[in-house]
Structure formats: structure tokens, C-alpha cells
């Protein structure tokens, strides 16, 4: 049994430990010590990280009452060695945790839910809730927590008897047996948790919710706290003015400078599809009536308009339309055929050139790689009029 130092105090940096078994794996060493202020993940908290002696903590488990420090070297049995946690990690982790407590409390308060999934990762939390929360409502959730911040709420840790625990209102992933460890947040949150938490509420800074999704029938919520928290602010608003200088606008206005951009870019591809079908129809006049097969080579469209240039031309008595436009190093194709005859061309194309894409008899798409002359040619043989 490891004596869990951290549960008395998650403050303390330092310590002291024995070294009781040190032995070698495939990825480094494993060591148990007698006591130990590293908390070992669990209940989705990540492992502390920090130093045992000259040795670094890479990861910290924990199995029935023993804890193994992973480390990157070893350690002589029968030492004793001072140990020191990486403060910024536990802290960090301290504050998310906190935050998540008080956020969940609140929330599942509020709908009679329960938090189903917790997870603590580099970037930001995720919290799972099994009920459906309302997007509108998540402003007036995320404004309660941070109530509890504004108020410096303390964070209470205390172990109930079993009588006391019957009558206590908590929140808890399991049914539970023997002694409890509870955290209780004011009137904000009551939770069986083993994890380690700040003093006072106001310590976490913010709690910020930053996703939210449809989760197995229930809400996944994304959310920062703290100092991540902060640096999220300070990036978001870092973009904010960047856009806004570049639009010539203070970075609180950049969401209607977009929208005015927005409808301006609306209008100009309104008028751009007005444009292309007039070139389109202009082409199609270009072409010599009784025309049975054209090829036209075709700069700068994208499938769709290929797709629709083609059907133009073949709505002028042709039999056969071929549209070809450059598709970085090789040539997109549409293949129009009123005698059902496209995938016989693209077949030949292929046994030419190695062309790929597919489609029915009376209209094929793909890409051909080769030289425009040869293109050229290789209709030309086959009677289309070529035209650019």
C-alpha cells in the first residue's frame, strides 16, 4: 500500500519516499515508493509528471492500493529519494478538474442528469451528458459556474461515515463501498472524486464552455479552464484584430464586416453565373450548324460548369460534346453522347493516354493525362471539330 500524500495536501511540491521496488520494462523502469505526492491517473485525470531523485516521471499508475512510478532510469532499492511534482501540470490539472466539478454540478442540477464521461486531455476537457442540454441555455450554465469563482467559493474535501453518506445528496459514476472521498463546491456541486482540486473556487480564474455536440443520444460539452482558458481568450482575440485590421475594422466588428463581405461575395458569384452562361451561349453560337461531334478545350472551370457547357452544346443537334480544362497536371473531361456511345471514347482515351473515371453510356467524367496536341489529334482522328 503507497501512501497517497497527495490526498492530504495537493498543494505540497516536495517530499520524501522509499524506494521499495524498482524494476526494469521494455520502455523504462517501474518504481514503488512507500509514499508519494504524484497522483496517479484516474477518474480522468491525467498522471502528475515531475522527479524522483535524478530520475524523470514519465507516467504514474495506480493498481489496488500500489502506485508505479514509470520512470527514465532506476532507482537502488532501500533509498530513500526526494521527490517534486511538476506544479504547473498539477495546478492546470487541479483547476480543469475543479472547474468540470462546478460546471457539471451546475447543469445536472439544473436537468436531473447525470455526467457520464469525463476526460482531461493536453487541450481542453470534454464532459458527457446523458440528457439533452439546449445550446441557448449554455450561456446561462457557463455564467452560473463562474458564479462560483466570483464568489471564491471553497472547495470542501471531507469523508462521510457510512451513516452520514446515506443521507448525503452527492453525484457519483457507481455505487460506491467503504470510505468516500467527497468534494463539495458550495451549493454549485456535491461529487465522489479522488481527484485533486483547488482550495477555493476563485483559484480556477474561468470556466469557458468552447464545443458542443449530440453525443449517444445525450450532450458532449468542450470546455477550458484557468490558465487554458485565458490563452484561448488571448488567441481568439489575437485573430480578432488581425482580421479586423486586415478588414480595416476594431476586432469587435469583424463578425459584420464578414457578413457584409459575405454578401458581397454572394452577389459577385451571382453575377459570375450570369457571366459564364452568356461566354457559354456565345461558344455555342460559335459552333457551325449541323456539327456532329465538338471538342472544346475550356481554362478554368470546375466539373459542374463542365458538366453544364457540355449540355449546352449538345443541345445544339450534335451528337457528341467533349469539354477538357486543365486540372493541375493533367486535363479534367466531360463526355456527352446522344448515341450512348461516352464509355466507348473514354475507353479508347484510356488505351491512349491511361484516363480515369467512369459513368454511363451517355455521359462519362474523369481525368486524362497528355499533352493538349495530342488531345487534339487523338479527336480530331475520331471527327471532332476542335474549338477553344
Known amino acids: 500500500m503507497t501512501e497517497r500524500l497527495f490526498d492530504k495536501d495537493a498543494y505540497a511540491v516536495k517530499f520524501q519516499g522509499t524506494v521499495l521496488e524498482c524494476y526494469e520494462e521494455a520502455d523504462g523502469f517501474q518504481i514503488v515508493l512507500d509514499r508519494t505526492l504524484f497522483y ?9 509528471l515531475g522527479v524522483l531523485g535524478d530520475a524523470r516521471v514519465l507516467d504514474v499508475q495506480e493498481k489496488g492500493e500500489t502506485i508505479f512510478h514509470k520512470t527514465d532510469r532506476p532507482l537502488p532499492m532501500g533509498q530513500t529519494v526526494e521527490g517534486e511534482i511538476d506544479w504547473a501540470h498539477r495546478f492546470d490539472l487541479m483547476q480543469n478538474h475543479s472547474g468540470e466539478h462546478i460546471l457539471s454540478g451546475v447543469i445536472c442540477g439544473r436537468y436531473g442528469c447525470d455526467n457520464v464521461g469525463f476526460h482531461m486531455g493536453r487541450e481542453s476537457i470534454t464532459i458527457d451528458l446523458n440528457t439533452k442540454i439546449p445550446a441557448e441555455a449554455l450561456p446561462e450554465l457557463e455564467e452560473k459556474a463562474n458564479e462560483a469563482i466570483w464568489r471564491n467559493t471553497p472547495v470542501e474535501i471531507f469523508y462521510p461515515s457510512s451513516v452520514e453518506l446515506k443521507t448525503l445528496a452527492y453525484r457519483s459514476k457507481k455505487e460506491l463501498e467503504g470510505q468516500v472521498r467527497i468534494v463539495r463546491i458550495g451549493e454549485y456541486d456535491c461529487c465522489a472524486c479522488c481527484g485533486t482540486h483547488v482550495r477555493f473556487a476563485g483559484e480556477i480564474g474561468q470556466i469557458k464552455i468552447i464545443g458542443t455536440q449530440n453525443y449517444k443520444g445525450g450532450t458532449r460539452l468542450e ?25 480595416s475594422v476594431p476586432g469587435v466588428q469583424v463578425d459584420m464586416a464578414v457578413k457584409n463581405l459575405l454578401s458581397e ?26 456539327t456532329e461531334n465538338i471538342l472544346f478545350f475550356a481554362d478554368g472551370l470546375h466539373r459542374k460548369d463542365m458538366v453544364h457547357f457540355a449540355d449546352l452544346l449538345l443541345k445544339k443537334a450534335a451528337k457528341r460534346v467533349a469539354v477538357l480544362s486543365p486540372a493541375g497536371e493533367d486535363w479534367a473531361f466531360v463526355l456527352l453522347s446522344k448515341v450512348q456511345d461516352a464509355k466507348d471514347y473514354a475507353e479508347q482515351l484510356k488505351e491512349v493516354f491511361g484516363c480515369k473515371g467512369g459513368g454511363k453510356p451517355e455521359a462519362v467524367q474523369g481525368s486524362v493525362t497528355g499533352e493538349k496536341e495530342a488531345l487534339r489529334v487523338f479527336f480530331a482522328e475520331r471527327g471532332f471539330l476542335v474549338q477553344e
Open 265 to 290: 461575395r454572394d452577389s459577385l458569384l451571382r453575377s459570375l453565373h450570369e457571366l459564364k452562361w452568356k461566354s457559354f451561349a456565345a461558344k455555342g453560337e460559335q459552333v457551325p450548324e449541323g
Open 40 to 48: 496517479p491517473e484516474g477518474g480522468g485525470q491525467p498522471a502528475d
Open 223 to 247: 470546455l477550458l479552464c484557468g490558465k487554458r482558458a485565458l490563452q484561448d481568450y488571448g488567441r481568439t482575440a489575437a485573430a480578432a484584430e488581425n482580421a479586423g485590421r486586415m478588414l
